[in-house]
T-cell receptor, first 114, second 111 residues
Framework: DAGITQSPRHKVTETGTPVTLRCHQT?????MYWYRQDPGHGLRLIHYSYGVKDTDKGEVSDGYSVSRSKTEDFLLTLESATSSQTSVYFC?????????????FGPGTRLTVT | RKEVEQDPGPFNVPEGATVAFNCTYS??????FFWYRQDCRKEPKLLMSVYSSGNEDGRFTAQLNRASQYISLLIRDSKLSDSATYLCVVNLRGSQGNLIFGKGTKLSVKP
């Protein structure tokens, strides 16, 4: 299994509070991604990173920010959580050196905003 | 129109059955194709990449038809452990490797 961990694994927070989710990899992969998964939707890309300090928006980036100060860590921040951000959040990584586009996922974080 | 469409199922099959999943994609710039498997309350896991010539991995066979923008996954001799949701996934050329996921097809294999 790819060396990807996510923390916390579960979190319950109140509307309006800031929340930061962490993704940590031990594979030294260049690319990292944050997705959310909701019933009735496929996985949707929030933000991604193509290197340290290099990030870009995905399909559903409103209300989220990211940072990547080290190769191994990619943080997702909800500045002011809303109930619509209740979801399961998955981090993924991709090597990118071999021309492959396969991504490998972390175990997920279940976030509930009350 | 959704970019990647799959029959949501569920497909309920007996052990030993052969089951086929289909997927269509709308963007002709799609360049890489995958099937992922996702167990309940778990992360998606790569099952196999799909190549233009078709490819097989044990009981699993994937096919790609670029002209029809269609991808398939065939599972032979279904096992109870094959019960999961199967996600069809594509990557668009020039997209920094970003993947587009179908909503998945749920498979339940019964004894």
């Amino acid at each position: 299994d790819a060396g990807i961990t996510q923390s916390p694994r579960h979190k319950v927070t109140e509307t309006g509070t800031p929340v930061t989710l962490r993704c940590h990899q031990t594979e030294n992969h260049r690319y990292m991604y944050w997705y959310r998964q909701d019933p009735g939707h496929g996985l949707r890309l929030i933000h991604y990173s193509y290197g340290v300090k290099d990030t870009d928006k995905g399909e559903v980036s409103d209300g989220y920010s990211v940072s990547r100060s080290k190769t191994e860590d990619f943080l997702l921040t909800l500045e002011s959580a809303t109930s619509s951000q209740t979801s399961v959040y998955f981090c993924a990584i991709r090597d990118g050196t071999s021309g492959s586009y396969e991504q490998y996922f972390g175990p997920g974080t279940r976030l509930t905003v009350t | 129109r959704k970019e990647v469409e799959q029959d949501p199922g569920p497909f309920n099959v007996p052990e030993g059955a052969t089951v086929a999943f289909n997927c269509t994609y709308s963007n002709s710039a799609s360049q890489s194709f995958f099937w992922y498997r996702q167990d309940c309350r778990k992360e998606p896991k790569l099952l196999m990449s799909v190549y233009s010539s078709g490819n097989e991995d044990g009981r699993f066979t994937a096919q790609l038809n670029r002209a029809s923008q269609y991808i398939s996954l065939l599972i032979r001799d279904s096992k109870l452990s094959d019960s999961a949701t199967y996600l069809c996934v594509v990557n668009l050329r020039g997209s920094q490797g970003n993947l587009i996921f179908g909503k998945g097809t749920k498979l339940s294999v019964k004894p």
